[in-house]
């Protein structure tokens, strides 16, 4: 009983500075989104090693996740956070599109934006912070307000009765559109915002995507990664199927177009046969079946 005593009492000492910094009970959310911030900043740091026409599209993707995370991590300031965060990325960005524009004649659009954003954070700082507001967080969310009931004006509560004929419709449409709600949500799961089970696999299933990363390349862990989330979700299997293919399309015209390096793994070395290679082998199988056939 003592040790439960003092395990309660450390949660609480821990709990207590979190829950004021956060400016709501800190939860497995949390969590989930401080480690899709780490690992953004990392993949933001880490696609520099990319030939500069490829780090574009993985330093885009990399550093929105962070920046999302980092809002929704403040959601409960938003109207002061976001015009400083707003700020730094246009001042980031003027700066990078200024020393590109002065080496090579480029970066016009990463100049353009950042010049447009200073302009919004300094010109419209209150409408920029709501406008952020209203997009990260919903307003249930916000210093953790979940009474709404007060902000609905009495009249508009009030109402007649309807009669019973409708009063029955209705309860049965009701029936209907819960019971069809309920038949969606338990094809996938869901969780509880303390239920540690999502977010923990959630969390381990991004690990497992750049260990396989280092480990094989980012052109096929792509897809197993998707698979993966989709099977832990349990997503309809044609839903499930498009979304394999469309991150897998994804990953392969960035390796066609843009950087090949990304079919091999970043520590390991290990490359896998392109699909190109693949589809030749297909090929000449073809051709080997199609001579059996014939000495057959």
């Not at 599209?57 to 300031?77: C, D, E, H, I, K």
């Not at 997009?135 to 009765?161: C, K, L, N, R, Y």
């Not at 923990?200 to 995507?209: M, N, P």
């Amino acid at each position: 009983m003592e040790q439960d005593d003092t395990v309660g009492s450390i949660a609480d000492r821990v709990r207590a500075p979190l829950e004021t910094v956060l400016g709501e009970r800190p939860t497995m959310e949390h969590v989930l989104l401080l480690l899709f911030l780490v690992v953004g900043v990392y993949m933001y740091q880490g696609a520099s090693e990319f030939a500069p026409d490829a780090q574009t599209f993985p330093r885009l993707m990399a550093g929105g996740t962070a920046v999302l995370a980092f809002l929704l991590l403040a959601r409960n300031y938003l109207t002061v956070v976001a015009p400083l965060v707003g700020a730094g990325l246009g001042a980031y960005l003027t700066y990078d599109g200024v020393t590109t524009f002065l080496a090579d004649g480029g970066g016009l659009v990463s100049l353009v934006a950042g010049v447009g954003l200073l302009v919004a954070v300094v010109g419209f700082r209150e409408r920029f912070g709501e406008g952020v507001e209203s997009f990260v967080a919903e307003p249930i969310q916000v210093m953790g307000d979940t009474d709404t009931t007060d902000a609905i004006p009495e009249s508009e509560t009030e109402h007649e009765e309807p009669p019973a004929d409708e009063a029955d419709s209705e309860t049965a449409d009701a029936d209907r559109a819960s019971s069809g709600e309920e038949s969606d949500s338990a094809a996938m799961y869901v969780y509880e915002i303390d239920d540690p089970k999502g977010p923990v696999v959630t969390g381990a299933l991004c690990v497992g995507y750049m260990l396989l990363t280092f480990t094989i390349g980012m052109l096929y862990a792509t897809p197993i990664f998707v698979i993966a989330w989709t099977l832990w979700v349990r997503m309809d299997v044609p839903k499930a199927v498009a979304l394999t293919v469309l991150s897998f399309v994804t990953a392969y015209l960035f390796y066609d177009l843009i950087q090949d390096d990304i079919a091999e793994g970043w520590l390991t070395g290990w490359e896998l046969p392109a699909p190109d290679d693949l589809l030749g082998l297909w090929i000449h199988a073809g051709d080997l079946l199609q001579w059996g056939v014939v000495i057959g």
